[in-house]
């Protein structure tokens, strides 16, 4: 007999981990995003990728981390957990949603630009904006990851359906946590 259910989950930590009342800017945006990577490499419980949901005020609606090897499922990114877990928390499969009763803009923050899956799911997911931390090439550079095939104009066609992108926001400590990871020769979980 097939399995006809999925569970995934995200690590204990979560659960106590210290979270502002509200992330103001697209700083504090991608800070909670990289952290929670730190966290989730520090603690073993996942690769060293993070990410967050905010709505138009900065409150958060939803975090991710990467749980691929734990949870045995190629699908768990940070990316795909937090869109994910938003999405069963506010009942609705487009976050944006005015039925979701979200207040607009709605903001995905990651620790690093999306691979090619992740990019797919951000089209679908109902986000306003995107706000990135590491490029693809440091991903690539620092650890063993293939972020896979991405369209030319990738960032135009995310804009052309509404999500304005922003790179670069604090690169240099979102590659601490990839070269961390690197350094470490691979998963230690
Ligand atoms: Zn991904």
Redesign the pocket.
């Known amino acids: 007999m097939p399995h006809a259910e999925v569970r995934l989950s995200l690590p204990h930590w979560v659960q106590s981990f210290a979270f502002a009342p509200c992330y103001p800017d697209a700083e504090a945006q991608v800070a909670l995003a990289i952290a929670l990577a730190e966290r989730n490499l520090a603690e073993g419980t996942g690769g060293p990728f993070g990410a967050a949901l905010f709505d138009g005020a900065g409150r958060l609606l939803g975090v991710g981390v990467n749980r691929v090897l734990p949870e045995h499922c190629s699908a768990a990114?940070?990316?795909?957990m937090a869109f994910m877990t938003a999405q069963q928390r506010l009942g609705g499969c487009r976050l944006n949603d005015p039925a979701t009763g979200v207040t607009a803009p709605v903001t995905l923050a990651t620790s690093a630009q999306?691979?090619c899956?992740?990019y797919g799911a951000s089209f679908w997911a109902g986000l306003d904006r995107m706000l990135i931390g590491a490029r693809a090439e440091d991903v690539m550079r620092l650890t063993e990851f293939d972020e896979g095939p991405l369209p030319a104009d990738w960032v135009g066609e995310l804009e052309r359906r509404g999500i304005v992108v922003r790179r670069d926001l604090l690169r240099e400590r979102a590659c601490a946590v990839l070269r961390r990871y690197g350094e470490q020769g691979g998963p230690r979980y």
């Open positions: 990114h940070a990316e795909m999306p691979c899956m992740c």
